[in-house]
């Protein structure tokens, strides 16, 4: 069972406790999905290391644990969607561009899946998902500062939560870049780069992501007495 | 074996640009959180700087309120003191000394009464309107500076010429116009205490996006640049503070002997 637990997975599994601690009884659905996305995305995480040690033991008869990334990624157009329409509607309405996108995203997603099957990652999609989330979050970013309004940023659990989110896209760019020529089936050890890139921005994501949890609890808490 | 060599070498190139972008990746978004944290900061600065100047505003115009009305509450104290009261004691003397025997001089008396009288309810009514001090700035600056030209025509110490130039905005700003109305009436006591003028000039200019006010008096002046502290009073200093909190600017010009030129732009509406 320990097995499962790598440093990667125990992130996620600190940060989903934290979103069912803050966020259980949030009075925003929107905020709530986030234990329901983590419960999906921990479950994907545990997953994909078992399959991972199958494919290790053998490589000629199981395929790469890529297939349940791709069904991950799903999730996670419909759920950032969500997120940003929340995020971006204070300002101005946000709804047609963003249903624009995801049908773009899912569409993209059926398109490659139909080419080359699930068993091969679907690098495009995520490539266009991870520009949308880098312009999305920068957009907010520029809302934030052409707003005239002072926001406490200490406390301010939306700013958290874009602030991990972009650092997790943005930095893991040349990881997609490089994504064919990194990928574990052309790697000798599977300790391989990537593995430590996408361990550290983890704890990135996952660090701003808990922080935006607590803050709205606290925050929100604070409000109601 | 040269195959695998050239690999491990083209992984080790990978590798290497793998690193340096990631950081260069890394350290953009936190390049950029950093400058929000800055640019949130000053935000608040310039948010309280604005606060706090919006708070001097609204104090220096009521100040400006209290000083309008205890400066009409002084004109109307002397005025009752030195002409109404005279006029009424002339009166009050008049009739005391009526002798009812002999009629002729009894109405001459008694119509020179009437006509002590009369100018006591005209002098009441030039009061009267003086009271109404702040409601004469809803009625508008130049009628507002027109009642204090009337008054101070009234003691034929000096002549004063008012012209107004350009067309009235739609749209007034009382605050301004209060603050203004203060600051003229600042210009005439000092006008009356110190410079000893019998002409006084004043234009009201509206002009693009403001108002000009220009006050020019044939006065004794007095030289600025040498002018000691202590005397350069309050007078002044009030003025061009005043003038400052509505964004305006204020210029003095003045030379013993040769009168004093004073002018304000202000921002309006």
């Known amino acids: ?225 | 074996m040269l195959e695998l060599f050239i690999y491990l070498s083209e992984m080790a190139d990978i590798t290497e640009l793998i690193i340096i972008t990631t950081l260069i990746f890394l350290i953009a978004p936190a390049f950029l959180v950093l400058y929000i944290f800055i640019y949130n900061k000053r935000k608040k600065r310039h948010i309280e700087e604005k606060q706090l100047m919006q708070l001097t505003f609204e104090s220096e115009l009521i100040r400006t309120q209290m000083e309008i009305r205890e400066q009409t509450m002084q004109t109307i104290g002397a005025d009752l003191h030195d002409n109404i009261g005279q006029l009424l004691s002339l009166a009050s003397q008049t009739l005391g000394s009526v002798n009812l025997d002999d009629r002729d001089k009894a109405q001459q008396k008694i119509d020179s009464v009437l006509d002590l009288t009369k100018q006591s309810i005209k002098e009441l009514r030039l009061l009267g309107k003086l009271l109404e001090g702040e409601q004469l700035i809803a009625l508008g600056l130049p009628e507002a500076i027109r009642q204090v030209i009337n008054w101070i025509e009234k003691s034929e110490q000096c002549i004063v010429t008012y012209t107004i130039e350009g067309e009235h905005p739609a749209q007034n700003n009382p605050d301004k116009d209060l603050i203004l109305f203060r600051i003229l009436q600042e210009v005439f006591n000092n006008i009356i205490k110190h410079s000893k003028a019998n002409e006084i000039n004043i234009k009201l200019g509206y002009i693009q996006d403001g108002i000009r006010l220009q006050v020019i008096d044939n006065g004794t002046g007095f030289d600025i640049a040498n002018m000691p502290e202590n005397q350069k009073g309050m007078g002044l200093s009030n003025i061009q503070k005043r003038a400052e909190i509505v964004g305006g600017r204020f210029f003095i010009q003045s030379q013993p002997g040769e009168g004093t030129c004073i002018e304000i732009f202000i921002p309006y509406p």
Not at chain 1, 81 to 99: A, R, T
Not at chain 1, 140 to 145: G, R, V
Not at chain 1, 149 to 162: C, G, S, T
């Open chain 1, 1 to 225: 069972m320990l097995q499962y637990f790598t440093l990667n997975t125990s992130v996620e599994i600190i940060c989903f406790l934290i979103a069912v601690i803050c966020l259980h009884s949030d009075e925003k659905v929107e905020w709530k999905f986030f234990i329901v996305f983590l419960f999906i995305t921990c479950m994907t995480e545990m997953a994909g290391v078992h399959f991972k040690k199958l494919y290790l033991a053998d490589r000629i008869h199981n395929h790469p644990n890529i297939w349940l990334y791709n069904i991950l990624l799903l999730f996670q157009i419909c759920f950032f969607c969500m997120i940003f329409e929340m995020l971006l509607s204070k300002y101005f309405n946000i709804k047609p561009v963003i249903f624009g996108m995801g049908m773009l995203l899912l569409a993209t997603h059926n398109y490659e899946l139909y080419e080359h099957g699930i068993f091969a990652y679907n690098e495009l999609t995520n490539t266009i998902m991870l520009v949308f989330i880098v312009l999305g979050s920068l957009y907010y970013f520029y809302l934030l500062l052409k707003g005239e309004n002072y926001v406490e940023l200490k406390y301010a659990y939306d700013f958290w939560w874009v602030a991990g989110i972009l650092f997790f896209y943005f930095g893991t760019t040349t990881c997609n870049i490089f994504f064919k020529s990194l990928s574990p089936e052309k790697m000798k050890s599977i300790k391989h780069l990537t593995y430590y890139i996408y361990n550290a921005f983890n704890i990135i994501l996952y660090g701003c992501w808990s922080y935006s949890f607590i803050c709205r609890k606290w925050l929100t808490s604070q409000s109601l007495s």
